[in-house]
């Protein structure tokens, strides 16, 4: 091609192209433009605000400075639906710089790999990988083969990966091994701060919810400064039942999608929730924080039924509390008291519960495995529900 047929897209000039093809492509653009949209839509698009607490600028778990999140997508054919999402609690070496940790399990059907050693130790040394139920053997190991390929780590002989899991077995023909070790080196190419994609992306891509299409959500609060200015972040994995309550609104139960409506439809399933916070807490008080994280879920409508894997996994990102590797840690720092506590529980519950609200309202309707059809949560259906219990306007 020579240069005058050349397209100049660096100064978005396309002067040569048919008035056929420029259309085209200007309603792709709109297509996709109001498809990320979509995709992208939060509860508090539709002026719903839960809780008392300021969320913080992208109501994300990547408010709390450093915390960055990265997904990967796999969708082939008509059968794989599922993927990875990874949350690192700052950008560098955390096998070098561990910082404090706790896991608090609400019911224990499911898998967190490396939960005992947290336990033990107070601490963890990985990003922390999300995934679907059979593919966690696949992400112990390629997270493993990351940290021992980083530079400073060339003499480490042990690694205890963090992986999470929820069954996305309905959308997704979970039985392939699909996922592997290029998949989590993508989500960990694109982990970033900033807007976090939610919705049917990274380990939410095949998940269910409240018999909706459930996914990634995530959202912050921020701490007055008179309580210590503190920022709590969370980011769920959405994939059980019950019945959905918006903001305090029966929404599951007006609309006769709930827990006993139907044969007991809808109760089962897991939901993995990550808490992050820069607050100065060790990791018995960091347990506690993850505690009150399932207060959201239950404001949010869930049930911790007999099936469902509830785990939080909370940590702690204060620069004074990372544990360097091989060198000795001062006791000189002073960690909040747990007098001081009590707001931080106010936060996770409502990053909670609005992080749940926000995965149905970004999630989209799917089809998958074996032509299954999970339907997105109607916002046409849901508004009317909420303006009669005065939760919008």
């Given at each position: 091609?020579?240069?005058?047929?050349?397209?100049?897209?660096?100064?978005?000039?396309?002067?040569?192209?048919?008035?056929?093809?420029?259309?085209?492509?200007?309603?792709?653009?709109?297509?996709?433009?109001?498809?990320?949209?979509?995709?992208?839509?939060?509860?508090?698009?539709?002026?719903?605000?839960?809780?008392?607490?300021?969320?913080?600028?992208?109501?994300?778990?990547?408010?709390?400075?450093?915390?960055?999140?990265?997904?990967?997508?796999?969708?082939?054919?008509?059968?794989?639906?599922?993927?990875?999402?990874?949350?690192?609690?700052?950008?560098?070496?955390?096998?070098?710089e561990k910082v404090p940790a706790a896991v608090f399990?609400?019911?224990?059907?499911?898998?967190?790999?490396?939960?005992?050693?947290?336990?033990?130790?107070?601490?963890?040394?990985?990003?922390?990988?999300?995934?679907?139920?059979?593919?966690?053997?696949?992400?112990?190991?390629?997270?493993?083969?990351?940290?021992?390929?980083?530079?400073?780590?060339?003499?480490?002989?042990?690694?205890?990966?963090?992986?999470?899991?929820?069954?996305?077995?309905?959308?997704?023909?979970?039985?392939?091994?699909?996922?592997?070790?290029?998949?989590?080196?993508?989500?960990?190419?694109?982990?970033?701060?900033?807007?976090?994609?939610?919705?049917?992306?990274?380990?939410?891509?095949?998940?269910?919810?409240?018999?909706?299409?459930?996914?990634?959500?995530?959202?912050?609060?921020?701490?007055?400064?008179?309580?210590?200015?503190?920022?709590?972040?969370?980011?769920?994995?959405?994939?059980?039942?019950?019945?959905?309550?918006?903001?305090?609104?029966?929404?599951?139960?007006?609309?006769?999608?709930?827990?006993?409506?139907?044969?007991?439809?809808?109760?089962?399933?897991?939901?993995?929730?990550?808490?992050?916070?820069?607050?100065?807490?060790?990791?018995?008080?960091?347990?506690?924080?993850?505690?009150?994280?399932?207060?959201?879920?239950?404001?949010?409508?869930?049930?911790?039924?007999?099936?469902?894997?509830?785990?939080?996994?909370?940590?702690?990102?204060?620069?004074?509390?990372?544990?360097?590797?091989?060198?000795?840690?001062?006791?000189?720092?002073?960690?909040?008291?747990?007098?001081?506590?009590?707001?931080?529980?106010?936060?996770?519950?409502?990053?909670?519960?609005?992080?749940?609200?926000?995965?149905?309202?970004?999630?989209?309707?799917?089809?998958?495995?074996?032509?299954?059809?999970?339907?997105?949560?109607?916002?046409?259906?849901?508004?009317?529900?909420?303006?009669?219990?005065?939760?919008?306007?």
């Open positions: 091609m020579d240069n005058k047929n050349q397209l100049r897209i660096k100064n978005y000039q396309i002067p040569y192209l048919t008035f056929m093809t420029r259309f085209i492509l200007t309603l792709l653009i709109i297509v996709s433009t109001s498809t990320l949209l979509h995709t992208q839509s939060r509860a508090r698009d539709y002026g719903i605000t839960i809780g008392v607490l300021p969320a913080g600028q992208h109501n994300a778990i990547t408010d709390v400075a450093g915390v960055q999140v990265g997904h990967q997508t796999v969708i082939r054919d008509s059968t794989i639906r599922t993927g990875v999402t990874i949350i690192k609690p700052h950008p560098g070496n955390i096998f070098q399990v609400g019911n224990g059907f499911g898998k967190l790999a490396g939960s005992t050693q947290i336990e033990e130790l107070g601490n963890i040394e990985t990003p922390i990988i999300l995934t679907n139920t059979i593919s966690v053997g696949q992400m112990v190991a390629a997270t493993v083969e990351h940290i021992l390929s980083l530079p400073e780590n060339e003499n480490v002989r042990s690694v205890n990966a963090v992986v999470g899991e929820t069954n996305d077995g309905y959308l997704n023909n979970i039985r392939e091994p699909f996922l592997a070790a290029e998949d989590l080196r993508k989500a960990l190419e694109q982990a970033s701060g900033g807007a976090v994609v939610e919705g049917n992306v990274g380990a939410g891509t095949g998940t269910v919810c409240f018999g909706y299409k459930g996914g990634i959500g995530t959202s912050s609060r921020i701490l007055p400064e008179s309580l210590g200015g503190y920022t709590v972040g969370v980011l769920v994995q959405s994939n059980f039942g019950g019945s959905l309550r918006i903001d305090g609104a029966p929404v599951g139960e007006k609309l006769g999608n709930y827990y006993l409506a139907d044969q007991l439809k809808n109760a089962d399933g897991s939901c993995m929730i990550v808490v992050a916070t820069d607050a100065p807490i060790l990791s018995r008080n960091l347990k506690r924080l993850a505690y009150r994280a399932l207060f959201g879920l239950a404001r949010a409508g869930g049930l911790g039924s007999n099936g469902s894997g509830d785990y939080v996994l909370a940590f702690s990102t204060h620069p004074e509390l990372r544990i360097k590797y091989r060198a000795k840690k001062s006791d000189s720092f002073e960690l909040l008291t747990n007098n001081g506590m009590s707001p931080l529980f106010a936060a996770v519950i409502e990053a909670t519960e609005e992080a749940i609200i926000n995965s149905l309202f970004a999630a989209e309707t799917m089809t998958g495995y074996q032509g299954r059809k999970i339907e997105a949560l109607s916002v046409e259906e849901v508004l009317p529900i909420l303006q009669e219990h005065g939760v919008v306007d």
